[in-house]
C-alpha cells in the first residue's frame, strides 16, 4: 500500500473526526461517486417499481427490497472511494466493470442474510472487500479492528438512521403542506389515508424516504471506511511510517552539508579549548592556595547570623523500656489500674488473633497466585523448553503457508503465473512462499492472528535479512490487492528472480 499516494492527511484523530473527514471527503468526489452510485441504484430502483408499485400496486416492497440491497450498492461505493483515496477516481465504465468481482469476492450472502441487522457494517465491509479475509482469520481481524471501534461505528449506524428519519418526516410535511386544499377529497384525514394507503398516497409516503436513503448511504460508507482507516493506522503507525519517510528523504539531502559543518565547529572548539602548558601550571597553583585557606574561609561564614545560631528542636518518640522511669509521675488508682490491664490484655489478644488471620489469609493470597501462574503457564506454554521450537500456524493474513500447499519450483510456477496473465496469483504464490521458509526454515515465530504488517515487523526482529525482499514483496501485493493499481510485469518477475537469492539459499542451507 503505497502511503505517500494517499490523499487524506494522516494523524492522530478521534472516532468523530474521522467519520466527519470521510463525510467531507466524499462531498469532495460527489460527481464520481454518485455517477456510479445512481448507475446502479436507479436501474434496480425502476425495475422494482415496475413490477412491484405500476403491476402489484405494492410500493412498500420496493422500499423494503431497495433497503435490503444496500450491501450489494454498498460495495460499488466502497470501490470508488478506497480508489480515490490514492489518488485514483475510476471512471464509470471501470467501477460498473469492477462490479462482478466486488459482489463474487466480498461475501455478500453474508452481508444479506445474518450480517445485514448488524449495527458494525461500517466498518466490516473494507474487511470483506478489501482485505478478502474469510473464515477465522476474517473472524479475527474484525474483532481486533472493533476493539477500539466498534461503539464508534455502532453509534455511526444509529446516528444515519435518525438523520434518514429525520429528513424524510421533514421532506413529508413539506410535501404534505405544498398540495392544495382543493385537490383533497371531502373528508378524508390523514389518519384514513395513513389506514387505507391509496397508491397515490403510497408514493407520497414511501418515496422521499427513498430519496433520503440513497443520497445519505454513499455517505455513510465513506464514514465507516474512514473509521477503518484511522483504526488501521492506530495499529500500524502509517502516520509514523509517513513522517519517517519524510525525515529520511530530507536527512539524505542535508547529511553531506550537515558533516563538513560539524568537523569544522569541532576543529575550532579543539583549538580554543586547549590550554598552554603555562595557563596550567597557574591553574594548579591557584587551586593549592585555595584548599589551604578554605579553614578561615568556614569559619568567616559560620560567623554570619544565618549560619553560625543554634537552634533547639522537639520531637514526640515512643519510650523505650531501658529509659528511667520518673518516680514521682502520676500512679492510677488499684481498680483503674486492673482495668485497664484487663483491658490491655484484651486488645492484645485481638492484636494477636487479626496478625494470624492476616497471616492466614497472605499465605492462600500466594497458593492462589501461584495457582493462577500455573494456571497462565500451562495455557500458553510460558515454561516450555525454549529448544523446542512451536510448530508454525497453517494460516497467516488469510495465506495457506503448509509446505504441502506450495510447489516444489515456486519462482518457475510464479513466472507461469504472470506469463499467463495472473500478476495476482503470481505474486500471492511468491508472498506464501516467503512465509512458509520464513516459518519452517528460518523459524520466524509467527503468530496465528499476525497481519501482513505484523509478519514484515517479526521478519525484521528475526530474519533481518530477508526483510528488504520481503517489504517489496508485500508492497507489490498491497498495491495489487488493495489499491487495485496495475503492477508492471518486469517488476514481478525480478521479484521471482530474487526469491530465488533469498529463499532456495534457505533451502539449501
Known sequence: MDLERLSVTLRPRNHWEAIDLGVRFALSRARPLYAAWFALTLPVLAALTLIFALWLGEISWVLLIMWWLKPVFDRLALHVVSHAVFGEIPSLRQSLHALPGLLRNSRLLAALTWERFSLTRSIRLPVDQLEGLRGKAGRQRKSLLGRRIGSAATWHTLAWLHLETILWTGLLGLVWLLIPEDLMPAGVTLWKLLTAQPLWFSCLLYLP?????????????????????????????????????????????????????????????????????????????????????????????????????????????????????????????????????????????????????????????????????????????????????????????????????????????????????????????????????????????????????????????????????????????????????????????????????????????
Open 209 to 509: 424516504l427513498l430519496a433520503c436513503s440513497l443520497l445519505l448511504e454513499p455517505l455513510y460508507v465513506a464514514g465507516g471506511f474512514m473509521l477503518y482507516l484511522k483504526r488501521r493506522t492506530d495499529l500500524e503507525a502509517w502516520d509514523v511510517e509517513l513522517q519517517f519517510r519524510r525525515l529520511a528523504l530530507s536527512h539524505t539531502a542535508r547529511s553531506g552539508l550537515a558533516s563538513v559543518c560539524v568537523a569544522i565547529l569541532l576543529g575550532l572548539l579543539l583549538g580554543v579549548a586547549t590550554p598552554s602548558p603555562a595557563e596550567a601550571a597557574d591553574s594548579a597553583s591557584l587551586r593549592e592556595t585555595q584548599i589551604s585557606q578554605s579553614g578561615e574561609t568556614i569559619k568567616q561564614v559560620m560567623q554570619d547570623p544565618a549560619f553560625g545560631k543554634e537552634e533547639t528542636e522537639r520531637r514526640l518518640h515512643w519510650r523505650s523500656s531501658d529509659e528511667p522511669k520518673n518516680k514521682d509521675a502520676f500512679k492510677l488508682p488499684d481498680g483503674l489500674r486492673g482495668l485497664f490491664q484487663g483491658l490491655e490484655g484484651f486488645f492484645e489478644w485481638i492484636g494477636k488473633a487479626l496478625a494470624m488471620l492476616g497471616r492466614i489469609g497472605g499465605w492462600l493470597l500466594i497458593l492462589a497466585a501461584l495457582g493462577l501462574l500455573l494456571y497462565l503457564a500451562s495455557r500458553f506454554g510460558w515454561f516450555r523448553n525454549s529448544g523446542e521450537a512451536k510448530a508454525p500456524p497453517a494460516e497467516l493474513a488469510g495465506f495457506d503457508i503448509r509446505p504441502q500447499s506450495l510447489p516444489d519450483d515456486l519462482a518457475s510456477a510464479a513466472h507461469a503465473l504472470l506469463t499467463a496473465g495472473d500478476a495476482r496469483g503470481a505474486l500471492s504464490l511468491l508472498f506464501r512462499g516467503s512465509l512458509s521458509r520464513l516459518a519452517h526454515r528460518e523459524q520466524v515465530a509467527f503468530a496465528r492472528g499476525d497481519t501482513e504488517g505484523d509478519c514484515l515487523d517479526r521478519t525484521r526482529q528475526q530474519a533481518a535479512a530477508r526483510a528488504p525482499y520481503l517489504a517489496r514483496l508485500l508492497g507489490c501485493w498491497q498495491r495489487l490487492a488493495y489499491a487495485h493499481q496495475v503492477i508492471p510485469p518486469a517488476e514481478i518477475e525480478a521479484l521471482c528472480q530474487d526469491w530465488r537469492k533469498h529463499f532456495e539459499e534457505v533451502s539449501r542451507g
